[in-house]
């Protein structure tokens, strides 16, 4: 009997599905460790300590945007000083009995240091007052479970409380699995909000990120006002390779990446990390209207 031939070593065939472009959201952690070791995850330029995050976490070489940590995020997005997080207290419960659902999260709680899959809160944006919310990958691939859609509804309402544009950084890989219907649930919750900040309004601005996938894609993901996305993120519903083997057809290399999605009118704007800042601004002077007093 002969092997199949795996075609080389381990860190040679590594090293070849970080060349293809075509990811799936679950390269976090090789991703997390082309960061660690300072090397980009598609060209391989070694970059030096501290060079990425003069360059907005972006690959110098190749333009390769790296995920961030909320926090890292936030320090990128708003003016210094204004951010103050809410529902921070808000944490998980196992309302299925998921075996080792509890363990889970503390193990991911302790590891990223954030209570949740998104943090929240209202800042300000070269002066312009938000209600944001930014999710993370990180936190068990960001997905989206009672807790991440009832602090991402309150920070959609806290718009309408406060009369504030709502800006919302989507990261997922869906819904949480550990709590089944509860997670589905948060999708209607979290569209509804998005309609009641219609309703009051106000204006709604989503940041596609990669990955954005499942049931965040779903809802309030696609309800925006204006959508932007970074470039290259992986955006969808069903992941590439249930796709291709539901229709049994190849799909194009960039499919569900944002350029794409751009092509095909699902989004507004592919921005560069660099230009985020300013270009949401931009929009936030654009459809804020003056206060009276
Ligand atoms: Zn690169």
């Known amino acids: 009997m002969t092997r199949k031939r795996t075609g080389g070593s381990l860190l040679a ?39 990425l995050e003069k360059n907005f976490f972006v690959c110098p070489e190749c333009s390769h945007h790296f995920r961030l940590s ?13 951010f103050r997080e ?14 080792g659902y509890e363990e889970k999260i503390r193990r991911v709680m302790n590891i990223t240091e954030l209570g949740e899959a998104v943090v929240t809160g209202v800042g300000a944006i070269e002066g312009w007052e938000i209600s944001l919310a930014v999710m993370s990958f990180q936190f068990m691939g960001g997905s989206m479970g009672s807790v991440v859609g009832e602090k991402i509804a309150r920070a959609i309402l806290a718009g309408v409380r406060l009369q504030l544009p709502v800006v919302v ?3 997922s890989g869906g819904a949480r699995m550990q709590e089944g219907i509860f997670s589905l649930m948060q999708m ?5 909000a998005a309609g009641r900040l219609e309703e009051a309004g106000l204006p709604l601005f989503v940041v596609l990120t990669d990955p954005t996938m499942g049931g965040v894609t779903a809802s309030f993901g ?18 590439p390779r249930v796709l291709e083997g539901t229709i049994k057809e190849k799909l194009p290399d960039d499919f569900q990446r944002s350029e794409f999605l751009l092509h095909s009118g699902f989004i507004d704007r592919v921005v560069e990390r660099e230009k985020l800042r300013s270009v949401l601004a931009f929009l936030l002077k654009a459809h804020t209207r003056p206060r009276l007093d």
């Open 70 to 82: 909320p926090r890292e995020r936030i320090r990128l997005l708003v003016d210094p000083d204004s």
């Open 13 to 51: 065939r590594l090293q070849r599905r970080r060349t293809r472009r075509k990811a799936s959201p679950f390269l976090i952690r090789e991703r997390t460790l082309a960061r660690r070791k300072h090397q980009c995850p598609f060209c391989h330029r070694h970059i030096e300590e501290g060079e």
């Open 222 to 239: 696609m309800l925006g006002d204006v959508t932007l996305a970074e470039p290259g993120a992986l955006i969808g519903f069903a992941g």
């Open 86 to 99: 809410t529902d921070r207290e808000l944490t998980t419960l196992n309302p299925l009995d998921f075996p």
């Open 169 to 171: 950084f989507t990261a």
């Open 188 to 192: 209607a919750k979290t569209a509804r």
